[in-house]
């Protein structure tokens, strides 16, 4: 029977789950503008493009190509689709792979499938990429998610659901801060919440929409953190 009480929380699996996510936390926060973090930011952009692709796809649009820059941006050509479905899939899509990758972290089994989903993505934006950049991100991820899974595997070194678990996190933190950075701390106009509030009937601008969606994600990131406890209990 599911704990969705959580009765007689918290058992040793369910405090290294949330210490993992506190230093997580602490450990993106604290490097936020170095380099060390730049490979899992770029990975996030990744997602977050993918996610923008994806929502193309699903609404019957064709994708022409993926880019990711280095300065941490990122543009998704797309033709046709849906393109209110298309704006908001980004930053929203990239909370829901932070849920994801956050959830697949709890059980070896799950952390595993994530991985090799990652893995076959990465291997099949190889050749819609449209810049060398995106090219060797995924070239340099696929090696370092295939190292984690040998270590995992072969040796003592047992660090595949924390890998996957700090990309979950990664990817729910950057969503919200990117928010907060395109429309609340500077008015970025070409953002997605500003195109998207141009053709939405509602009377909100860019930055209504931008709180809205990071409300969202926050609400994701809290989500992942219960259910995850819910799932170890």
Known sequence: MTNWEL??????????????IGVSIVVILS????????PFKLI???????????????????????????????VTQTRGGVYCVILPAGYLGSSLWGLVFILASTKLLTARIAAGCLILA??????????WLLRGLCIG???????????????HVRILRYA???????????????IYDDLISRRVNSSDAEKFAEICPCP???????????????TFLC????IGLVILS
């Open 44 to 74: 996030t952009v990744f997602l977050h493009e993918t996610s923008h692709a994806l929502a193309c796809k699903l609404t019957c649009g064709h994708v022409e190509g993926i880019q990711v820059h280095a300065d941490e941006g990122g």
């Open 7 to 20: 009765k007689n929380c918290c058992k040793h699996e369910q405090i290294v789950f949330i210490a993992t």
């Open 204 to 218: 909100c601008n860019g930055v209504a929409w931008g709180v809205i969606w990071g409300i969202i994600s926050f």
């Open 122 to 131: 990465l291997f099949v934006v190889l050749f819609v990429a449209k810049n």
């Open 31 to 38: 490097l936020w503008r170095t380099v060390l973090l730049t």
């Open 223 to 226: 989500g992942s953190m219960y």
């Open 164 to 178: 996957i678990l700090f990309i979950g996190v990664m990817n729910s933190l950057f969503s919200v801060y990117d």
């Open 141 to 155: 991820f696929i090696i370092f998610l295939a190292i984690v899974w040998v270590l995992q595997e072969l040796t």
